[in-house]
């Protein structure tokens, strides 16, 4: 629990997920919209999709966090699955790299190599990922 608790907190500093501004769902300086609700099949989450019963699973993409580690632009996106199955989401287009996988003790995920098209989220877990495009040079 203290290695998650750790990287969670370690996350949250470098990345600063929201900033000190209002987020209005609208494209912001990259052209990508500030914040997004989403649903596992990577549309939007509006209207009576919030009030289904059987709506167990929410995608946030953050398309203007509040600062990356490098300073560069990238978005994140938190996946959150609250049912007892695993979960497919459908990924925005691009590629994205794991951050934290809650299905591990650590938060490691056991996946090192980018995600495109989808990710499986296991059953009440969440998973945050980085667009790549956000990623420091080697």
């Known amino acids: 629990l203290c290695a998650f608790v750790e990287r969670v907190a370690r996350l949250r500093r470098e990345h600063r997920p929201l900033g000190s501004r209002w987020y209005h769902g609208q494209p912001g300086p990259s052209g990508r919209i500030d914040l997004a609700w989403l649903a596992a099949d990577g549309a939007p989450l509006a209207g009576d999709a919030w009030d289904r019963p059987d709506g167990r699973s929410l995608g946030v993409l953050i398309g203007e966090p509040g600062r990356t580690p490098d300073g560069r632009p990238a978005a994140l996106l938190l996946l959150v699955n609250g049912d007892g199955e695993d979960l497919a989401f459908a990924l925005p287009p691009g590629c994205w790299e794991m951050l934290l996988d809650s299905s591990r003790d650590d938060g490691v995920p ?11 989220v296991s059953g009440h877990a969440l998973l945050l990922l980085r667009d790549c495009a956000g990623r420091a040079a080697p």
């Open 110 to 120: 056991a996946v090192p190599d980018p995600l495109a098209g989808s990710a499986s």
